[in-house]
């Protein structure tokens, strides 16, 4: 290879742009690594989000794209005075709002060697060990997580990755649309969607997506779980009034308060009524690498796919979501469609796996890569570790709570989120939020159930320690303290 | 940080993991950019695809994930022993399969510095400059490619990078869907989806997902480009028999030849019949940088929305697939829906993009950093030039092919894609292809058009030089010669 050598004038009239110079590329490249380390390990000394107004990161780009080339310094330059002052820093020990994007220095590791190799696997034959590893990690999951058998590549099901649970649960919703409209003739638009009020947004958005009459909010519990006595009414209800139950969506923990839907009993419902049976785990499917999570797994074994994002809770960086289905036949006559430019004599021998068929794109990078790495470089046990330090915390921090004089846990922690409020209101515990947030020492997400506003406490960052919960502990502690009367608040926050 | 302190027992009894160590990562993230390095240089000595069989992949790996850690060294010697062997290198100077994947050393580093960073942009708030980066290179993408101004985000349009053309499309399609049935009230079974026979399969993919009634494929003419008269007199014989015309995709450069569709034509009936119109170039649109090609864009000022893949053909790795709508509104009320954790102040101001609102997923990463740094590590300039060298080499080489006594080509060569056959027939130009592939020199795509067998010669690998086109001449030049006769082919090709 000649890219780095200017004495091949024949096919580079005006010498070889710099960007091709794999020379530079190795200084580039350990110098970027070493940027990447200075910044995780400098996290703790910046405020959890950079304060930035709209508009302030574009005025400090140049208004037309450079005509000439631009030297890496410069670049990497543009990092700290461009990039990093325009972040919320999701990978900040003081990191607790949302759910967390859990990353880890393999899983970077393991994008850039994906970058790098640069290849795709549409199907089997354009680069076989892409498609390869992924179904062997994924069956691996299958057996790390407790999850059943017959979902591996080997069996009837299979594994695919997919950019985010949004589009797992998409894909799943296209299919059981296409199952129904195969089984009753019904058009998506009498087809219903059912999930619990505390499902996630992208179950309706999914089932906007795929053009779905409507989705019905399945009443839930004082737990926040979908109560399946509300379910089969809705779904008799619905029947009565000529509508076509098609699917419903179980959530093995919810992003609200992460609860946890009775998937055996809905599953009951789905086979008795044909519908398709889905279960975002997105968050807390990750929990079940370790086998004291696994009794909220009762009843999966009888769903029709399933979905959970490594990139939430299990150390690899986005995008990796997992998404399973109990049998890959319909998913594949769903989604297949091979032009003349696509056929292959693999393809066509049926030995081999074309993940192009398993989603919407068609292109698709080598993502496995990284889950591989993570999971070999902690080994089980090192991820399990991990995450039982933060439930721990959670647990404890929740206990904390409880004991305070003006707290309280509004839901269960059975993973590491903890959902609380302020005994004096709404005013007061956004208030909470609003004085944390601005510390800059923690980030949190203030949010509303049943119509009251709580607090949502995530433990999942790489680099938290007991340290920083028990910094986070003094904040709210203080904090709630200062709040201890409505009239303390202000109405300014009501 | 004190990852990398092992005197803070307090939060790691059993020790911290080696996986995050951050001098650690320092020290396997130079082995792993040195590496690749090695692998981008070593590329020309390997055969482009590795021979490998269904399973050889798998039989390496261990039948269970593993419990303990693995050292870095042993994931980095997998790569040699493992993955390597199972690719096709489509980063290979001799890769002119399908459509190229075409990444560079800036690209690779954009995607480790977002990876590094580990930040999410589903909304503004969630990093700022995740966002405003994003929007700013895509405005900036819009001068540079000669699109029409109204696009950018700081008028009525916007774009947006999604992971494929698959996915734009779909977005298109799920858009103009909603719009058809608000104005009509026609159900998605009874709406209809135009596209030339040679446009890609991502759109009847993604009317299929998308739930539309028919894709009706339109002729194309002598050139392969969709025939405006066929997609009127399709549309009214649609209307006629009470189904509801809704969009109509047209291709700047079709993947079987890189035929240009008269967007302008298929504009002035979209207008007639109030139809939305999209357009995928996919491929072609990254040559949009050069004034030269831009007389493919006419009737583009007309469109409703646009993507085109620089991934493909602009330097850089996959993924991603911008996407530019002539008006955001209605691409946002079909995809926004805001549940209480994710509502925002910024986000309610009106004054900020919230792009989880611009295509399914919720989750997104910042895929403007490399291509950011793609456009200022090569310029316009640089870029310019080796799309230039790209096509300049397509047209020599189809030149030498209509001038060769045995070959033709079947198309134009617009861009950088050469479409010829072989005139002693179709088993001679599957012949012709099975033995370039078999020789690991090279490696071309064949498939089929008009029922009839021709090969695709895309030139689009970062590597390629002029030597290595040189070398493809003379393995086509020879092996053409070698199937001068039919009966020289054998029957078992017919």
Not at 218 to 224: Q, Y
Not at 263 to 273: G, K, L, N, P, Y
Not at 391 to 396: E, M
Not at 445 to 464: F, H, L, N, P, Q
């Amino acid at each position: 290879m000649a890219r780095s050598d200017p004495g091949d004038a024949s096919d580079s009239p005006g010498g070889e742009p710099a960007a091709l110079d794999l020379e530079a590329f190795r200084r580039h490249g350990h110098a970027l690594v070493d940027w990447i380390a200075d910044y995780l390990a400098g996290l703790d000394d910046r405020p959890v989000r950079e304060p930035v107004e709209p508009g302030d990161i574009r005025a400090r780009l140049p208004a037309a794209p450079p005509e000439r080339p631009e030297p890496f310094d410069e670049l990497l330059a543009d990092l700290d005075r461009v990039v990093v002052p325009g972040l919320s820093h999701w990978q900040h020990p003081g990191w607790y709002a949302y759910f967390p994007a859990m990353s880890s220095p393999p899983a970077v590791l393991g994008e850039l060697a994906a970058a790098g190799l640069g290849v795709q696997g549409m199907l089997w034959s354009t680069s076989p060990a892409v498609t390869e590893i992924e179904a062997h990690v994924l069956d691996w999951l299958v057996d790390a997580c407790g999850l059943p058998e017959h979902w591996k590549t080997t069996g009837p099901g299979g594994g695919v990755i997919q950019m985010s649970a949004s589009d797992s649960t998409h894909t799943a919703l296209v299919v059981a649309r296409e199952r129904t409209r195969r089984l009753t003739g019904a058009p998506a638009e009498s087809q219903v969607v059912y999930a619990s009020a505390e499902s996630h947004s992208s179950v309706t958005k999914g089932a906007r997506v795929a053009g779905f009459g409507e989705v019905r909010p399945v009443a839930v519990d004082a737990t926040f779980a979908l109560d399946p006595d509300a379910l089969a009414a809705a779904v008799e209800s619905d029947r009565r009034a000529g509508l076509v139950p098609s699917v419903v969506c179980s959530t093995i923990g919810t992003t609200g308060t992460t609860a946890v839907d009775p998937v055996a009993a809905v599953a009951e419902i789905a086979r008795t009524h044909d519908m398709w049976h889905h279960v975002d785990a997105a968050y807390a499917g990750s929990a079940m690498i370790c086998p004291e999570f696994r009794h909220h797994l009762a009843g999966v074994e009888a769903v029709d796919s399933y979905t959970f994002n490594p990139h939430k809770w299990l150390a690899t960086n986005f995008d990796c979501s997992v998404f399973w289905v109990a049998d890959r036949r319909p998913l594949i006559e769903t989604l297949s469609i091979v032009p003349p430019y696509l056929r292959d004599a693999a393809s066509a021998s049926g030995r081999v796996i074309d993940y192009r068929d398993w989603h919407v794109p068609l292109g698709r990078r080598f993502r496995a890569l990284k889950l591989w790495w993570v999971l070999r470089s902690f080994g089980l046990e090192g991820l399990r570790s991990l995450l039982r330090r933060h439930v721990g915390w959670a647990r404890d921090l929740a206990g904390r709570i409880d004991g305070h004089p003006h707290l309280e846990t509004i839901a269960p922690t059975p993973f590491a989120l903890v959902s609380f409020r302020h005994l004096a209101g709404d005013a007061a515990t956004r208030a909470l939020v609003e004085r944390i947030n601005a510390s800059g020492r923690a980030y949190l997400t203030g949010s509303e159930i049943d119509g009251r506003a709580y607090v949502r406490v995530s433990i999942g960052s790489t680099w938290t320690t007991a340290r920083h919960v028990d910094e986070l502990w003094e904040l709210i502690d203080t904090t709630a303290l200062s709040l201890a009367t409505p009239t303390a608040d202000g109405d300014d926050h009501a």
